[in-house]
């Protein structure tokens, strides 16, 4: 589809300010709302407003926000405008050397990114309600996980430093907020899992996904979240780069900057939780033990060999999904 009208919006907790880009006039209007539903139909109204506006030819351009972009969206995806989510970290690498920011300038600078990559636009689409849902019940359980690490390591880690009197004190202290945590995280996880299983579709992704050593529930759960049920992500090399373990050379002609290695621009939740079953993995008898062992033998990196056994148990997932069959250690693809 042609557009004629690239509008950038930045977004805050309370506002919203709107620029509207054309090739022929360059910037044509930029103005600010209230980050509310009144807010934004008043924008719309102002932007229907210009001279030769159509809604089909305008593209709605913004950064991802989080929760504070759930009003916008709503509207938008309601009026069935198009919608571009970029991510903030390659918008502002594409502006270059940059001087000076406010909401407006940032707005202008979102609209002239949209203009600017247009051959390069991916529009969004929203995900089902129940992956919403699936997403605010990971990111509550991941909470509760860190508040509980935050009282309950300290006391232990400090258990040979003190003496035993002020050591039971203490425990004491914080025992009934780490038994209700306990119990917090029991009944999300409880709501996780009848939330998935209720659906046949997330069952059938995540009946998949865990029959893969070292992919467990909470694994699954945060890769239906992080690809859109495996419908944004769906290929291994994509979504290895996504959970930031594919590893990227750094060379200039002849000259090595430095070693090969992963790069930090990634989902880091994700990452994190992929390490930790890919340690699972290679800790208990089966192939990716073996192969980690047979590495250590011939000298390789630790790191590296951890690496590698990420990007295996991502891409296992991802050969799971596209079969529609169960993980086999003996599977053999056939020979064309």
Known sequence: MDFCYFIGIDISKDT????????????????????????????????KALPDWKSAQAVYSMEHTGIYNAHLLEVLH??????????????KQAGGMQRGKTDKVDAQRIAQYAYRFRDQ???????????????????????????YNLLAIPVAEQETFISKSLQKTLKGNVKKSLT????????????????????????????????VPGVGP??????LVATNEMQAINDPKKLACHAGVAPFEYRSGSSIRGKT????????????LIHLGTMSAIQVKGDLQDYY?????????????????????IHRVCAVVRRGQ???????PALA
């Open 16 to 47: 919203l300010d709107w620029a509207v880009y054309t090739q022929q006039q360059g910037i044509q209007l930029s103005i600010q709302t209230d980050n509310t539903l009144k807010g934004i139909r008043s924008a719309l109204a102002q932007l």
């Open 78 to 91: 309601e009026s069935k405008c198009s919608i571009w989510l970029e991510s903030s970290l390659q918008i």
């Open 121 to 147: 636009m991916r529009l969004w689409t929203p995900p089902r309600e129940v992956i919403q849902k699936l997403a605010f019940l990971s990111a509550t359980r991941q909470r509760l996980n860190q508040a």
């Open 180 to 211: 209700a945590l306990k119990e917090e995280q029991k009944a999300v996880e409880q709501q996780i899992h009848e939330l998935i299983q209720a659906d046949a579709r997330l069952k059938e992704l995540f009946d998949l996904m865990i029959s």
């Open 218 to 223: 909470v694994i699954a759960a945060e890769l």
């Open 261 to 272: 290695k992963v790069s930090h621009q990634a989902r880091k939740r994700l990452k994190a």
């Open 293 to 313: 062992v047979r590495k250590l033998k011939e000298g390789k990196p630790k790191m590296l060999i951890i690496n590698a056994a990420r990007n295996k148990l």
């Open 326 to 332: 169960k993980y086999d250690k003996n599977y053999a």
